[in-house]
């Protein structure tokens, strides 16, 4: 899952982006609310982790400027502000929920996965299927015909965004934002490597190709060779 953290409180972002990295989460932050209505509007995020107090703009005010462009990914607020009047502002704005500082890591966890059985995204359905293949977001794991595949973070990533996009093209562009979150070298040849190591686990378990190279493009998931 890609993670938009706005969060202008250093202790407290390093909190989150610890705990999220660990669960194999790809994570963002931003520490003002100007930036954070740009980037959510310029990316692609699975869910927004909002504070409320930033500079420039409040998270109100940064939720209400998102949905106004139309922008439909799940928001979770956080905020030291518990008054009924404050989460009810934030969740009139178009916030998904709303969670009040100081937090125990392990309830945010509960509620990205209370928000992914909502299914307000089809990016946070819990398991994404794809003929053999199987993703478990909640415990952030993949199965090829029941068996569990052995993928470093990085590879579960990129194996999680084509399953996403099964039978479309994947350029390296988007495998860049969405596997090493921008910080990839353009000229480099990480996305072949990585992708020639998720290939190669992948056929250890079928004799069907599944991630296919289409020339001068990118790749696909897909159980024949695109046309």
């Known amino acids: 899952m890609r993670v938009l953290l706005v969060e202008d409180d250093p202790e407290i972002s390093r909190f989150i982006v610890r705990g999220l990295t660990e669960e194999r989460h790809l994570v963002d932050l931003v520490t003002d609310g100007p930036s954070a209505v740009e980037v959510a509007a310029a990316e692609e995020y699975d869910v927004v982790i909002l504070d409320v107090m930033l500079p420039g703009a409040d998270g109100f005010e940064v939720c209400r400027r998102m949905r106004q462009q139309g922008l439909d990914v799940p928001v979770i607020m956080l905020t030291a502000r518990d008054a009924v009047a404050d989460r009810i502002t934030g969740l009139d704005e178009g916030a998904d929920d709303y969670l009040v500082k100081p937090f125990a890591f392990e309830e945010l966890l509960a509620r990205l996965r209370a928000l992914s059985r909502r299914g ?34 990085t590879e579960y990533r990129l194996l999680e965004f084509l399953t996403r996009r099964a039978e ?29 190591y998720v290939r190669r686990k992948l056929q250890a378990h079928t004799s069907v190709p599944l991630i296919h190279t289409v020339r001068g493009l990118g790749y696909m998931l897909r159980l024949a060779p695109p046309g």
């Open 168 to 196: 479309a093209i994947v350029t390296r562009d988007q495998l860049a934002q969405h596997v090493w979150g921008g910080d990839y070298d353009p000229l480099s040849n990480n996305a072949d490597v990585y992708i020639g």
């Open 120 to 153: 307000r995204s089809r990016h946070l359905t819990h398991q994404l299927t794809y003929g053999p293949i199987t993703i478990d977001q909640r415990a952030h794991r993949a199965l090829i015909d029941g068996v569990p595949l052995d993928l470093t973070a």
